[in-house]
């Protein structure tokens, strides 16, 4: 290989890196999310640190490259998409963070009958199965794995528009439960963003195996619709 072949695999094993490590945050705080598990929870908030310093590292690997080596065409493009997807990965981490905040502050697991009426766990799940598609499709150069995963964030966006009246309905008839149900949907809002910050990865694989640019095509469709 030449240099610049060696150089592009070394970004990509850093990121592959990172990838494993917010893998492992968001299966993580799956798990303290559901046992109310307070040491995992601030496992998952101390690793962040971790994810912050890769995101550095690998921001700094891809403006060395781009400044020594002048990419273009598909090794530009790939560049690009490893700046965008470690952002995203970035992005990721800090938003399980954020559930993980809520985990350190019960006293005991959430009400089974709340998880069960949110469909918050199904939710998580299929969160954490879109993250596992999106990094095949990475690794396996495969665009139709990763438009599959986009096409996947609508199921998380159904439960994430019903959860509001779910909520509603559930506290009016337990004003005993408001701050854990209140806990529950800030986490509910938290995994929607998750499937957002995933589907931007699944463009960027998209970008840079294609050339093509699909994001935001969907708002421009629904837009056409709405005229």
């Known amino acids: 290989m030449n240099q610049l072949d060696i150089e592009l695999n070394r970004l990509k094993t850093k990121l592959m890196e990172m990838w494993d490590l917010v893998e492992y945050q968001l299966q993580a705080g799956r798990?303290?999310?559901?046992t109310a598990n307070k040491?995992?929870?601030?496992?998952?908030?101390?690793?962040?640190?971790?994810?912050?310093?890769?995101?550095?590292?690998?921001?700094?690997?891809?403006e060395n490259f781009l400044a020594l080596h002048t990419p273009v065409a598909v090794d530009l493009r790939l560049v690009l998409?490893?700046?965008?997807?470690?952002?995203n990965l970035e992005r990721i981490g800090d938003t399980v963070e954020g559930v993980a905040h809520f985990v350190a502050k019960l006293d005991a697991p959430f009400n089974p009958e709340l998880l069960e009426q949110t469909n918050v766990v199904y939710m998580y799940d299929e969160a954490d199965k879109m993250f596992a598609n999106c990094r095949s499709a990475f690794v396996n150069n495969d665009t139709d794995l990763a438009r599959q995963v986009i096409k996947h964030d609508k199921t998380l966006n159904k439960i994430y528009r019903k959860s509001d009246k779910i909520m509603t309905r559930y506290m009016t008839a337990n004003p005993d439960m408001i701050a854990e149900a209140l806990a529950i949907l800030s986490i509910i809002k938290?995994?929607?963003?998750?499937?957002?910050?995933v589907t931007n990865i699944a463009e960027e694989i998209i970008f840079y195996r294609d050339a093509k640019v699909v994001k935001h095509k969907a708002d421009k469709k629904k837009k056409k619709k709405e005229e």
Request: aromatic share 2%.
């Open 31 to 34: 798990e303290a999310m559901l």
């Open 39 to 62: 040491e995992l929870a601030e496992q998952v908030v101390k690793r962040d640190r971790k994810v912050n310093q890769f995101d550095i590292k690998i921001d700094r690997m891809c």
């Open 81 to 87: 998409a490893i700046l965008k997807i470690n952002s």
């Open 190 to 197: 938290k995994i929607e963003r998750v499937g957002d910050q």
